[in-house]
């Protein structure tokens, strides 16, 4: 079983939908959580970044943390075509030493808004 | 501010070369990593360098070696590449080895006929 599951989709929604995407993980360790956005052929870039359990809203960003269910989702209100990419979700123990920096990522969810 | 630069952006290599992937950051971050990326595994870590001077091995370092050349740059190297190395590489820094806010390059596509 894989540390971090991700549904890799894809997802295809109309313009101006509510996306949600969601990872589950089985590492209790895990404290900090991202959520990466990547367009075809490009490297992946920092959407948002939370610490344990809650809510984190950026915008149209709703980056939410379930850790007794360890369960985090990412919410994209009034979705547009620019935000069709793949959403990885990643995440980090706190587990100091060289366990810093070693992100464990989903495998990645594909998708779409169309006009 | 190019951020994190990766070279080459593509190459073909065949089974049995060589190559070595060059990696540059202009943020002054002390971590530095190097992920592949394959359809279905998601990123997986090869190594990382925690700060200048130090190397370790991440998920996957089978293959690979690394070189920290300085604060700035971080090479990796295919010493015997093999058709199961066909990947996209990514290079990416942090500022420190916390390493929650890490900044990826463009990637680097791989190809070992």
């Known amino acids: 079983q894989k540390e971090v599951e991700q549904d890799p989709g894809p997802l295809s929604v109309p313009e101006g939908a509510i996306v949600s995407l969601n990872c589950t993980y089985s590492n209790s360790a895990f404290q900090y959580f991202m959520w990466y956005r990547q367009y075809s052929r490009k490297g992946p870039e920092l959407l948002m970044y939370?610490?344990?359990?809650g809510n984190k809203e950026d915008g149209r960003f709703t980056a939410q943390v379930d850790k007794s269910s360890k369960y985090i989702s990412l919410f994209i209100r009034d979705s547009q075509p620019s935000d069709s990419a793949t959403y990885l979700c990643?995440?980090?123990?706190?587990?100091?030493?060289?366990?810093?920096?070693?992100?464990?990522f989903g495998q990645g969810t594909i998708l779409t808004v169309h006009p | 501010n190019a951020g994190v630069t990766q070279t080459p952006k593509f190459q073909v290599l065949k089974t049995g070369q060589s190559m070595t992937l060059q990696c540059a950051q202009d943020m002054n971050h002390n971590s530095m990593y190097w992920y592949r990326q394959d359809p279905g595994m998601g990123l997986r870590l090869i190594y990382y360098s925690a700060s200048e001077g130090t190397t370790d091995k991440g998920e996957v370092p089978n293959g690979y070696n690394v070189s920290r050349l300085n604060k700035r740059e971080f090479s990796l190297r295919l010493e015997s590449a093999a058709p199961s190395q066909t990947s996209v590489y990514f290079c990416?820094?942090?500022?420190?080895?916390?390493?929650?806010?890490?900044?990826f390059g463009e990637g680097s596509w791989l190809t070992v006929v």
């Open positions: 990643a995440m980090n123990t706190n587990a100091g030493g060289t366990s810093y920096g070693k992100l464990t």
């Open positions: 939370t610490y344990s359990s």
């Open positions: 990416a820094s942090s500022e420190t080895a916390a390493g929650n806010t890490i900044y």
